[in-house]
C-alpha cells in the first residue's frame, strides 16, 4: 500500500489541525493503521493507532483527551483530529501502516512496514 499524507500547517496553541493518509494500492481494511512523529532532535514517537476493525484505539498519554484517531475503509483513509494543540505538538506527522497478523506492539516503529511522507505540524504560542 502507498500512503500519502495531508493536512499539516501552522496553528495556535490551543487551535486544531486534523491530518488525513490516504492509502492506495491494498485493500487498506486489512491493516493495523497508526500515527508517528518526530520532532526536531528527537526520536520518532508513537501518538496513536487504530485497530483493524476501528473498535479499538491507542494513544501516548500526552495526547490522549486531545487527539482522536479514526479510520474510514471506504475512503481508504485514516485520520487524526488533533484539538488544544500544545507547541510541544510540533513535529513532522507520519502515518503508517501493518498488514501482517497478528503484528507487534502498537507503539513500535518497527511493526509498521509501510510509512507516509510526514506531514509538518508547527504549534505556536
Known amino acids: 500500500v502507498q500512503l500519502q499524507t495531508s493536512g499539516g500547517g501552522l496553528a495556535q496553541a490551543g487551535g486544531s489541525l486534523r491530518l488525513s493518509c490516504a492509502g492506495s494500492g491494498g485493500i487498506f481494511r486489512t491493516y493495523f493503521l497508526a500515527w508517528f512523529r518526530q520532532a526536531p532532535g528527537k526520536e520518532r514517537e508513537f501518538v496513536a493507532a487504530i485497530s483493524w476493525s476501528g473498535s479499538r484505539t491507542y494513544y501516548l498519554d500526552s495526547v490522549k483527551g486531545r487527539f482522536t484517531i479514526s479510520r474510514d475503509d471506504a475512503k481508504n483513509t485514516l485520520y487524526l483530529q488533533m484539538n488544544s494543540l500544545k507547541p510541544e505538538d510540533t513535529a513532522v506527522y507520519y502515518c503508517?501502516?501493518?498488514?501482517?497478523?497478528?503484528?507487534?506492539?502498537?507503539?513500535?516503529?518497527?511493526?509498521?512496514?509501510?510509512w507516509g511522507q510526514g506531514t509538518e505540524v508547527t504549534v505556536s504560542s
Open positions: 503508517a501502516a501493518d498488514n501482517r497478523y497478528p503484528g507487534g506492539n502498537h507503539y513500535s516503529a518497527s511493526r509498521y512496514n509501510y
